[in-house]
T-cell receptor, first 114, second 113 residues
Framework: DTAVSQTPKYLVTQMGNDKSIKCEQN?????MYWYKQDSKKFLKIMFS???????INETVPNRFSPKSPDKAHLNLHINSLELGDSAVYFC?????????????FGPGTRLTVL | AQSVTQLDSHVSVSEGTPVLLRCNYS??????LFWYVQHPNKGLQLLLK??????LVKGINGFEAEFKKSETSFHLTKPSAHMSDAAEYFC???????????FGAGTILRVKS
């Protein structure tokens, strides 16, 4: 059983398009996250949701909009895609909100914007 | 604010020899520290974590790390490298009052046969 799953695994699209990445966790966790890993493998948090409420919103363009329909899902919608959005996006979850809790990561979605 | 410095971007060892991946941290509060591993084209997996219990932490696959507050270090070690250890390793810090993990730049471990 996959604990944290993301779809799609690969996404290739043109500049200016709108796309979504879906994330689901079956661990019963309260908190979910989105991270961006750039071409240099640097990982940075984008958003964090706890019990469907936005907790962390880093300096991310407002073209990126997370949506959490329930505790088990956190989707990422991106409008007007730009070349610089090309990266690997990771979803993660943790049992509760708090820095001491282990985060479980999904396999990643490799987004390529042409 | 917390930060992490991984002192080596690449480490190369021979199979069967010890592994040392170095990490220094900076944190305003009592930190939680983690090591994650990422195999090629895979997600991240937790190796071990320190959250103010024993300073010597044992993780999966024979890895361990020692929290040294006086040196602000959390180096990752393994007595004997295996080919399957070849991956990228991330040292991560999070303060116990927040929910934000701050990742180091990563260390690529290469294991030679």
């Amino acid at each position: 059983d996959t604990a944290v799953s993301q779809t799609p695994k690969y996404l290739v699209t043109q500049m200016g398009n709108d796309k979504s990445i879906k994330c689901e966790q079956n661990l019963g966790h309260d908190t979910m996250y989105w991270y961006k890993q750039d071409s240099k493998k640097f990982l940075k948090i984008m958003f964090s949701y706890n019990n469907k409420e936005l907790i962390i919103n880093e300096t991310v363009p407002n073209r990126f909009s997370p949506k959490s329909p329930d505790k088990a899902h956190l989707n990422l919608h991106i409008n007007s895609l730009e070349l610089g959005d090309s990266a690997v996006y990771f979803c993660a979850s943790s049992q509760e909100y708090g820095g001491r809790y282990e985060q479980f990561f999904g396999p990643g979605t490799r987004l390529t914007v042409l | 604010a917390q930060s992490v410095t991984q002192l080596d971007s690449h480490v190369s060892v021979s199979e069967g020899t010890p592994v040392l991946l170095r990490c220094n941290y900076s944190s305003s509060y009592s930190p939680s520290l983690f090591w994650y591993v990422q195999h090629p084209n895979k997600g991240l997996q937790l190796l071990l974590k320190y959250t103010s219990a024993a300073t010597l932490v044992k993780g999966i696959n024979g890895f361990e790390a020692e929290f040294k507050k006086s040196e602000t270090s959390f180096h990752l070690t393994k007595p004997s490298a295996h080919m399957s250890d070849a991956a990228e390793y991330f040292c991560v810090v999070s303060d116990s009052y927040g929910n934000k993990l701050v990742f180091g730049a990563g260390t690529i471990l290469r294991v030679k046969s």
